[in-house]
Nanobody, 126 residues
């Protein structure tokens, strides 16, 4: 299984970036997909996730209304559109896959995800 994230970069506060993650080696439509981030000196944290089953989406409070997660099962891709970026969004962003979670809480839990991508750096200058 491979998860290849891309789209990170340097952007000014208030700007936008779109991250993409292409998955291979798994039955993509059977996996919930999530984005997490890790800032220097901090723990990895949940950002957003999308259901494998019904299109439901889940967001951390800190990004609600600014970030949008979407998936394309035909292309095995999950994307994260990030708008109104803030300096505190600076982090390495990781995509992750979780096979058929049953409980909503599972979407938010790092230890419930089965596969991880390599991460892409997002830097927001203030």
């Amino acid at each position: 299984v491979q998860l290849q994230a891309s789209g990170g970069g340097l952007v000014q506060a208030g700007g936008s970036l779109r991250l993409s993650c292409v998955a291979s080696g798994l039955s993509f439509s059977s996996y919930a997909m999530g984005w997490f981030r890790q800032a220097p000196g901090k723990d990895r944290e949940f950002v957003a996730a999308t259901s494998w089953r019904d299109g439901s989406t889940y967001y951390a409070d800190s990004v609600k209304g600014r970030f949008t997660i979407s998936r394309d099962n035909a292309e095995n891709t999950v994307s994260l559109q990030m708008n109104s970026l803030k300096a505190e969004d600076t982090a390495v962003y990781y995509c992750a896959a979780q096979r058929r979670p049953y409980y909503t809480a599972s979407y938010y839990r790092i230890d419930e995800y089965d596969y991880w991508g390599q991460g892409t750096q997002v830097t927001v200058s203030s």
